[in-house]
């Protein structure tokens, strides 16, 4: 039996939530009624200002302003103008946190993972739990393995090479 992750969950940093998100199970409900599912896989934390491959490394703006809000809203941006990539905020009011739901089972890559779930902009801002998308836990703990994250090289060796992506180590099929 699974139960949904509510704002507890998400309120709380990014590093302890990011790890945690790993072997859960990302849901979508379609507006026709379908279910998709997909167990996560693989996260990455992105921990505030200070963070400089963080997209708040620049301070607030449009664009950012929900991470700096409630914890457990969804932020979705497109990525090189055609790849939506999304992310849950984490932690408390204004420390601008978020893990990105970087791949799921046999779906590798942020963009894979939500055009199989066929997620995009209309989801940003609202919550990840009590609509259309949410995530279950239905007990599964893979064991984890840490790397750097991808795709940053522009916010320097430092930031570069924090391993904070978190990766589920499955031997069979999930």
């Not at 739901?101 to 989801?123: H, M, Q, S, V």
């Not at 393995?145 to 522009?154: F, L, N």
């Amino acid at each position: 039996m699974s139960i949904i992750l509510e704002s507890d969950f998400y309120n709380r940093d990014c590093l302890e939530v990011a790890p945690e998100l790993v072997g859960k199970i990302l849901v979508h409900r379609l507006t026709d009624g379908q279910i998709l599912r997909l167990r996560i896989t693989e996260t990455e934390a992105y921990r505030g200002e200070e963070d400089k491959a963080c997209h708040a490394s620049k301070g607030r703006t449009k664009r950012t302003e929900l991470l700096y809000g409630d914890s457990g809203v969804i932020y979705i941006y497109l990525c090189y103008g055609m790849h939506w990539l999304m992310n849950v905020v984490t932690g408390t009011n204004g420390t601008a946190q978020g893990v990105l739901f970087r791949a799921g089972y046999d779906k590798n890559g942020p963009a894979r993972l939500t055009k199989y779930l066929k997620i995009d902009g209309g989801e940003n801002g609202k919550k990840i739990f009590g609509g259309d998308v949410w995530v279950e836990d239905d007990g599964e703990r893979p064991a984890i393995k840490t790397a750097p994250r991808v795709g940053i090289d522009y916010a320097g060796e430092y930031w570069k090479n924090k391993e904070w992506r978190f990766i589920a180590e499955y031997g069979g099929e999930k």
